[in-house]
């Protein structure tokens, strides 16, 4: 069965800074890969899908990620992060099934003044 | 264009209560999810439908039963509440199975 990690339980990072965060993957074709955010006491909202073409994504509010086929990564990047960015981000893969997804744990980001 | 709505939003139950969480769309998408999130879990799959009348097991469907109502609608229900289904869950929808999956906002459920 695929799996997905997402190694950095929380991560802070001040506001203006960069921000990377990592997903890795096992799976032995080419997944369907996407990152979703979840603000505080909300539902999920996609941020960035890959399904094919280009291995960089662009998705909303200035994210992207980069998908690396040879170290079965997906890490979402932010230039400069915002204040608004704190919430949790979670890296899906498509299932084998082909329809539900196969969540990480998540990564909880804080942003500092 | 409400997307996905759940109800209701927060619910105590007893052990061995009974309970019916209900999740409508209006995206008319075919395939519909229940997902249950906890604290260092992430989200896992508990059952979905990839089409109006077919139903599957996801990953944690012990003590849990579903009912595709109809293309809209997809409940899930509790019918032998434990504690050990303390959670969050989510509804979510997509239009095929490789599509986005647009969630609902969730219902946050107790057991004592």
């Known amino acids: 069965a695929q799996s997905v990690t997402q190694p950095d339980i929380h991560i802070t990072v001040s506001e203006g800074a960069s921000l990377e965060l990592r997903c890795n993957y096992s799976?032995?074709?080419?997944?369907?890969l996407f990152w979703y955010v979840q603000s505080p006491g909300q539902g999920l909202q996609l941020l960035l899908k890959?399904?094919?073409?280009?291995?960089l994504v662009q998705g909303i509010k200035g994210f992207e990620a980069e998908f690396k086929r040879s170290q079965s990564s997906f890490n979402l990047r932010k230039p400069s992060v915002h204040w608004s960015d704190a919430a949790e981000y979670f890296c899906a893969v498509e299932e084998d099934s082909g329809y539900a997804l196969n969540f990480g744990k998540g990564t909880s980001l804080l942003v500092t003044p | 264009n409400a997307g996905v709505t759940q109800t209701p939003k927060f619910q105590v139950l007893k052990t061995g209560q009974s309970m019916t969480l209900q999740c409508a769309q209006d995206m008319n998408h075919n395939s519909m999810y229940w997902y249950r999130q906890d604290p260092g879990m992430g989200l896992r799959l508990i059952y979905y439908?990839?089409?109006?009348?077919?139903?599957d097991k996801g990953e944690v469907p012990n003590g849990y039963n579903v009912s595709r109502l109809n293309k809209r609608e997809f409940s899930l229900r509790l019918e032998s509440a434990a504690p050990s289904q303390t959670s969050v869950y989510f509804c979510?929808?997509?239009?095929?199975?490789?599509?986005?999956?647009?969630f609902g906002p969730g219902t946050r459920l107790t057991v004592l």
């Open positions: 890959y399904f094919s073409g280009d291995t």
């Open positions: 439908s990839a089409s109006e009348g077919t139903t």
């Open positions: 799976y032995g074709a080419t997944p369907y």
């Open positions: 979510a929808s997509s239009g095929a199975g490789t599509d986005t999956q647009y």
